[in-house]
């Protein structure tokens, strides 16, 4: 099984930037990876998603702000969150899905507060 550790998180005010990375514990670099995230009482959303070629795909609520990028050598996936916003408040999960299953980490806490 692959295992998927993400951090990074962290309470920031609002327009700030944060890191997310998330390592895994095999290759990733034939696979497409994802970022979710929940917010208390909602359901898991896709944030954004990177091909294994590097063509990404994001959510409408996060375009020209966030960016997903990888570093296959490393075995790691990263968001870059710009101009964050209080709305962005949520668990982020990093995501694997692969011919014997679907992965997650176990989430990094994102806050966006003053």
């Known amino acids: 099984q692959v295992q998927l550790v993400e951090s990074g998180g962290g309470l920031v005010q609002p327009g700030g930037s944060l890191r997310l990375s998330c390592v895994a514990s095999?290759?990733?670099?034939?696979?497409?990876m994802g970022w979710y995230r929940q917010a208390p009482g909602k359901q898991r959303d896709l944030v954004a998603t990177?091909?294994?070629?590097?063509?990404?795909n994001y959510a409408e609520s996060v375009k020209g702000r966030f960016t997903i990028s990888r570093d296959n050598a490393k075995s790691t996936v990263y968001l870059q969150m710009n101009s964050l916003k209080p709305e962005d408040t949520a668990l982020y999960y990093c995501?694997?899905?692969?011919?014997?299953?679907?992965?997650w980490g176990q989430g990094t806490q994102v806050t966006v507060s003053s």
């Open positions: 995501n694997l899905a692969r011919w014997d299953g679907v992965y």
């Open positions: 095999e290759s990733i670099s034939i696979y497409a």
């Open positions: 990177i091909s294994s070629g590097g063509i990404r």
